[in-house]
Structures are given as structure tokens and as C-alpha cells.
């Protein structure tokens, strides 16, 4: 049974009287407010709060919290964000007392700790790069891609060149072209070939002596390993320019192939995506910059360093730096539930959760072709994009309405309409973390869609409570602030 307390607003549910409290008699000289506040800063009249009791207020967000689907609750195959179930004992281990606890302000030899288990996580993170010295400093992937093309404009100012121009491919996440204008660059984009792969010649047409940057994902979001990755690298600093790799993919790889030996001269981390930390709702995240030793002094201050065996400190005397792009150490909680994941799983783990991470794209794969094409790759890795075209132009079901109607099976849905180059995209990734049974489950689930009545699937999602809102009035105008209806009226 569903009930109004998990939909309305609290202001909905108000009424006079409920949140009456019985406050003791004060046991010390009452003074007027307006002795204790300053005159500016007193409300004319108290804010018109909800009254609500105590019952109501608790069924309303424990009903609001069960609406929410997430990685602990329901298998939640969005492609391109790699949301994995977490292990709990990581939350755990990065709210130990001694970590938890700490103050941005202490003296570092208090903290010796702390700055030990960054210092390590820089070092594998490197290690994991093939490269060789990391940041910790972002405070998210995207702030990580921004972090290293500011790194990479310093190089260039370095060297007296003036670059400025950031290429990307076709199949590039949306945050690379921002990331390149944020930094001041202009964005170029790279075609794809028929193999869902850059197109070289393109690629080649369009390197020249203003190329500062080549941004690529590998594996790309179409879930295909840049089998030419070597080559591209090749052209990219045959011009000289730098290869930068966005590591969103990384779940896919790590352990088996690393960034820095195929060309790449810096990448990024996304730990809530490849190591453990929570995911989505803006937050708190990492994005941790990797870069070879060429680009070593342009890190953003401070770099964590090793002063003595089992002494470190933070080195902020770094005059080619970047300077800060975060405060005081970076998101600490994100980073060491990145550390306690790694060391838990060691390199042969880390390993082993990429491999099953493409068995089961692959399994997933394979099951969901034989009634929905995947126009690009035999094989993927850890994601693949189908299609849903042919379905649409048969019974008139589009990618959205499938994305809508998976909902009410009890699952989250995957991306859709990414990567631009195919139309009518699902973007599906299962993760290592899923069981055979899940991915049958949402196999079936898929095609059975596809066979139900196409007006039943285009009224889909049936069992929330919102159906289909207009999602760029959502996203374009949202309305944030609850208004009394009488002022929305009047308004």
C-alpha cells in the first residue's frame, strides 16, 4: 500500500498543532531576543515551518527513502557510470575514529597517519597508471579532466608554446569538451569509423601544431577497446601534443592493461566507479589526475611526500604548479574507501573484478542480441550500446519507453540515447557485482518488454509516482522552492 506521506511535501502534510513541544522552564535569566540577536537579523515574523508530528515526520522519509532505487537495492545497469555494489566495511574502515575524526587545521605531525595511507594510494594509483606521479587534490572526475588540462596548458606555457586545441572523439563523454572550454581551449571533435573505433585518417587531418591535447576513453562508451591506441599516441606526440586518458572505463581494464604504457601522458580516476565510494547525487567524490614524469611539476599544490621512512608532509614549494584547485587535502572520505577497496582486493583481485566485469557485459551481451541489435562490436568490454531502431520502426517502442517500463520490473534503467553516434541507445553495463541470475532476470525482462502491448509501454513507468514529468522542464527549470498554492496562485 502506497500512502500520501512518501509523496506530499511536509508542508503538504502540515497541520496546526501537531509539532507542539513541551519545552522545560528555562533555569537561567530570560533575556529579549532582541539583546541577543542583532536588529538586521531578527524575522519580522516566525517562517511558516511545516507541523508535523513526530510519526508522520518519520513515515515520510522512511516511505521517501524506500522510493529510491540504488546499487543496494535494485540492479542498476546504467552504462557509462559503472554502478557496482560497494562493500560496507570500506564505509567502515574510512570512518575509523582516527580518520573520522581528524581536523582539516591539525598540525601535520598529527596526522602522520592519514598522509601515510594517502601517500601509499598515490603510489598505487600511480603504479595502476603506469605512470608516475598522482594528485589527489579533485574533487570529482570532471574536476579531474579540468585539473589535467590545466596542468597540460601549463606544460605548454613551460615550453613557450601556444596551443589550443583539445581534440575528442565523436563517442566522448560530454564532460571532455566542457572540461577542454573550461580550461581555455577550443574542442575539436573526432569522427568514429565503421568499427566504432577513431577514425585515423580523420584524426590525422586534423593534428597539426596547434593540438595541445588528445582526449580519449579507453575502452570507449560504445564498451570497445581502442585497439589503435598506440598508433593514435604515436601521431598525437608526433605533433606534439599530449595524450590524455579519461578513466571512467577503468573497470574494465585495470590490472591487465595500464594507461601510461600505451601512450597516455595523464588520466584520471573516477574511485566511486572503479574502486569503491558512493555514486550519484553530486557527491562527495574524487578525481584523482595521474600524469609521467614530464608533467610531474605542474600538480596542483600540495603534493603528499615522504620526507623520511614513514614521515611525510605536504610539498606546497612546487613554483611550476597549478596552484590549488581544492581545499585543504581533497574529498579524504572518497579516497580512502578507494585505499581500503585496493588493498583488500590486492593486484590479482583487481584484476579479477575486471575480468568478471567483462564476462558479464559479455554474457549480458549475448543473451540481449539475439532480440535487440548491437550494431557495434562481437565482443565488448565491461558495457555494450544496443539499439532500439528496429523496434521502433516495427511496433513503435522507443529506447525511453523501454528505459520507462523497466522500472516497474524492479529495475533501474539503462543510459539511453548515448553515445550520440547511435540512434536510439541503451547503453547497458551489469558490472562485476551481479549475480547470473540477475542478468537472466533482466534479460527476460527486456524481451518480454519488447513483446507487451506498445501502448501499455508507452504510458510506462505504472508503479511510481511520478510517470513521465517533462524531463527538460525539469532539468531546465526546475522548481526547487515549495510556494504556499495561495502566492503560487496569486504569483
Not at 591506441?229 to 592493461?257: C, S, T
Request: one cysteine or more.
Amino acid at each position: 500500500m502506497r500512502n500520501k506521506q512518501a509523496t506530499q511535501l511536509l508542508f503538504e502534510l502540515s497541520q496546526p498543532g501537531c509539532a507542539e513541544a513541551i519545552v522545560p522552564p528555562c533555569d537561567v535569566p530570560s533575556r529579549p531576543l532582541a539583546e541577543l540577536v542583532p536588529p538586521e537579523e531578527l524575522a519580522e515574523t516566525p517562517p511558516p515551518l511545516p507541523e508535523v508530528s513526530e510519526p508522520a515526520l518519520i513515515r515520510h522519509f522512511i516511505n521517501l527513502s524506500q522510493l529510491n532505487m540504488s546499487v543496494d537495492t535494485h540492479f542498476y545497469p546504467l552504462g557509462s557510470c559503472t554502478m557496482k555494489y560497494n562493500p560496507k566495511r570500506n564505509d567502515r574502515l574510512a570512518q575509523l575514529p582516527g580518520f573520522a575524526n581528524l581536523h582539516p587545521y591539525q598540525p601535520l605531525e598529527t596526522v602522520q597517519g592519514l598522509l601515510g595511507a594517502l601517500h601509499a594510494l598515490q603510489q598505487i594509483l600511480a603504479e595502476i597508471a603506469g605512470m608516475e606521479a598522482v594528485t589527489l587534490q579533485p574533487a570529482a572526475g570532471a574536476h579531474g579532466e579540468l585539473t589535467a588540462l590545466l596542468i597540460a596548458a601549463a606544460y605548454f606555457r613551460h615550453r613557450g608554446e601556444h596551443r589550443t586545441t583539445v581534440l575528442i572523439p565523436d563517442v566522448a563523454h560530454g564532460t571532455n569538451p566542457a572540461s577542454a572550454t573550461m580550461a581555455g581551449f577550443r574542442s575539436v571533435q573526432v569522427k568514429s569509423n565503421t568499427q566504432g573505433l577513431v577514425d585515423l585518417e580523420d584524426l590525422r587531418s586534423k593534428l597539426n601544431a596547434q593540438t595541445a591535447v588528445f582526449m580519449i576513453t579507453n575502452p570507449n562508451t560504445l564498451g570497445l577497446f581502442e585497439t589503435q591506441i598506440r598508433r593514435i599516441a604515436d601521431m598525437v606526440h608526433a605533433v606534439g601534443g599530449l595524450v590524455y586518458m579519461d578513466g571512467a572505463n577503468m573497470n574494465a581494464v585495470m590490472g591487465i592493461v595500464r594507461p601510461g604504457d600505451c601512450g597516455a601522458d595523464m588520466m584520471h580516476y573516477n574511485p566511486h566507479k572503479t574502486f569503491s565510494g558512493p555514486h550519484g547525487g553530486g557527491g562527495p567524490g574524487a578525481g584523482p589526475v595521474a600524469v609521467k614524469k614530464h608533467l610531474a611539476d605542474f600538480l596542483p599544490i600540495p603534493v603528499i611526500v615522504e620526507t623520511a621512512p614513514g614521515q611525510y608532509t605536504l610539498d606546497e614549494n612546487r613554483p611550476l604548479s597549478i596552484g590549488r584547485v581544492r581545499s585543504f587535502y581533497g574529498n579524504i572520505s572518497v579516497l580512502l574507501r578507494a585505499y581500503a577497496y585496493i588493498r583488500t582486493q590486492g593486484p590479482e583481485g583487481l584484476r579479477r573484478v575486471s575480468e568478471r566485469a567483462v564476462l558479464n557485459a559479455n554474457y549480458l551481451l549475448a543473451r540481449v542480441r539475439s532480440f535487440l541489435p548491437v550494431p557495434y562490436g562481437h565482443r565488448c568490454m565491461h558495457e555494450f550500446v544496443a539499439s532500439a531502431m528496429k523496434i521502433r520502426a516495427s511496433r513503435n517502442i522507443s529506447a525511453m519507453d523501454i528505459a520507462k517500463r523497466l522500472l516497474d520490473y524492479g529495475f533501474h534503467a539503462p543510459t539511453v540515447y548515448f553515445p550520440l553516434v547511435l540512434r536510439e541507445a541503451l547503453m547497458i553495463e551489469p558490472t562485476e557485482t551481479e549475480t547470473k541470475a540477475t542478468l537472466d532476470a533482466f534479460a527476460d525482462t527486456l524481451k518480454a518488454i519488447l513483446e507487451e502491448p506498445p501502448e501499455l509501454v508507452h504510458e510506462a513507468p505504472h508503479t511510481t509516482p511520478i510517470s513521465r514529468p517533462d524531463e527538460v522542464l525539469a532539468a531546465r527549470a526546475p522548481i526547487l522552492k515549495w510556494t504556499p498554492v495561495s502566492e503560487s496562485a496569486s504569483g
